[in-house]
């Protein structure tokens, strides 16, 4: 079983920084990939991020490339995606997530735990 916890949401104005963190209760973390996803209300879950258990493979999804960047440090159950240059369009519920079955790049739609997730607003 994994717990994780997200934190470091909340309101910020377009151009500014945020970062989130989301720590992991598993003695396993460093063994298996994570990565970020955002939903607003009434859309789908949108995959924004995922890294491999090592942190050596990290993959963004376009609309954020060059401006977020996902990592993680294994030595504190750790993972964190850092977000600059925000836009109003960034305003969502940031969720992070494990997909414990594979030490690469995570499988968006194999997700195996979930946390609750950090709100993000960004305003213009």
């Known amino acids: 079983q994994v717990q994780l916890v997200e934190s470091g949401g909340g309101l910020v104005q377009a151009g500014g920084s945020l970062r989130l963190s989301c720590a992991a209760s598993?003695?396993?973390?460093?063994?298996?990939?994570m990565g970020w996803f955002r939903q607003v209300p009434g859309k789908e879950r949108e995959f924004v991020a995922g890294?491999?258990?090592?942190?050596?493979?990290?993959h963004v999804t376009d609309s954020v490339k060059g401006r977020f960047t996902i990592s993680r440090d294994n030595s504190r159950n750790t993972l964190y995606l850092q977000m600059n240059s925000l836009k109003p369009e960034d305003t969502a519920v940031y969720y992070c997530a494990a997909d414990v079955s594979t030490r690469g790049l995570p499988d968006p739609y194999g997700m195996d735990y979930w946390g609750k997730g950090t709100l993000v607003t960004v305003s213009s």
């Open positions: 890294i491999s258990w090592s942190g050596g493979s990290t």
């Open positions: 598993s003695r396993t973390y460093s063994t298996y990939a």
